[in-house]
């Protein structure tokens, strides 16, 4: 939906860190996820925070969550070329059974 | 088994065509969705199946009728596309929905 923004690119070199922010109006939502979609293919769950966490770390992904800035975003440690893809953040809908996706952002990493 | 698949990756039709989308999971989830993804944008939910029972159609189009004939099936079946209804249509299963949606490898439907 429209109240999920994310910026449309990001650019890292290889080895640097990535930083995906995203911003939500609607705060009622349980779980924001994000999900990873490579070129032709579906979206691959890579991981969710519940919102009354505000850091969930899973290996080189960092989840932050800033529940008074309704601010999520995806922190991907030593980038690698197989990183690259579009990220999209999604928000819980109240029924939990819809997701609302942000516009997504295409991670281009650079050898 | 922790996956979803979706037949076939990819579909070429008509207008006048008759043709049906098929997804499957053994997760024993037992909510399924089907969302449209157009080019460049976020996926867009058409129709959710909970424990077999259709709880979400948001105002799809009559062309295209959902089916859930058990829990680990759903089907898409098109009829008089349009054009525009070119896309990647997704299919995905839920346990109870919070813990995220698993999303098949999607069905590249073009209508000609």
């Known amino acids: 939906g429209e109240d999920v923004e994310q910026s449309l690119f990001l650019s890292v070199r290889e080895g640097d860190s990535s930083v995906i922010n995203c911003t939500y109006t609607?705060?009622?939502?349980?779980?924001l996820y994000w999900y990873k979609q490579e070129p032709g293919a579906g979206l691959q769950l890579l991981t969710y925070?519940?919102?009354?966490?505000d850091m969930k770390q899973d290996q080189r992904l960092t989840v932050l969550l800033n529940k008074k800035d309704k601010h999520l975003s995806l922190r991907i440690a030593d980038t690698q070329t197989g990183d690259s893809a579009i990220y999209f953040c999604?928000?819980?809908?109240?029924?939990?059974?819809?997701?609302?996706f942000g516009t997504g952002t295409r991670l281009t990493v650079i050898p | 088994d922790t996956e979803v698949t979706q037949t076939p990756k990819h579909l070429v039709m008509g207008m006048t065509n008759k043709k049906s989308l098929k997804c499957e999971q053994h997760?024993?989830?037992?909510?399924m969705y089907w969302y449209k993804q157009k080019a460049k944008k976020p996926p867009e939910l058409m129709f959710v199946y909970s424990y077999e029972k259709l709880s979400i159609n948001e105002s799809v189009p009559s062309r295209f009728s959902p089916e859930c004939p058990n829990s680990s099936l759903l089907n898409l079946h098109l009829h008089a596309l349009q054009p525009e209804d070119s896309a990647l249509y997704l299919c995905?299963?839920?346990?109870?929905?919070?813990?995220?949606?698993?999303f098949g490898p999607g069905t590249r439907l073009t209508v000609t």
């Open positions: 609607d705060s009622s939502s349980t779980y």
């Open positions: 995905a299963s839920s346990q109870d929905g919070l813990a995220g949606l698993y």
């Open positions: 925070i519940f919102s009354n966490m």
């Open positions: 999604a928000r819980s809908g109240t029924g939990a059974n819809n997701l609302f």
């Open positions: 997760m024993g989830h037992r909510a």
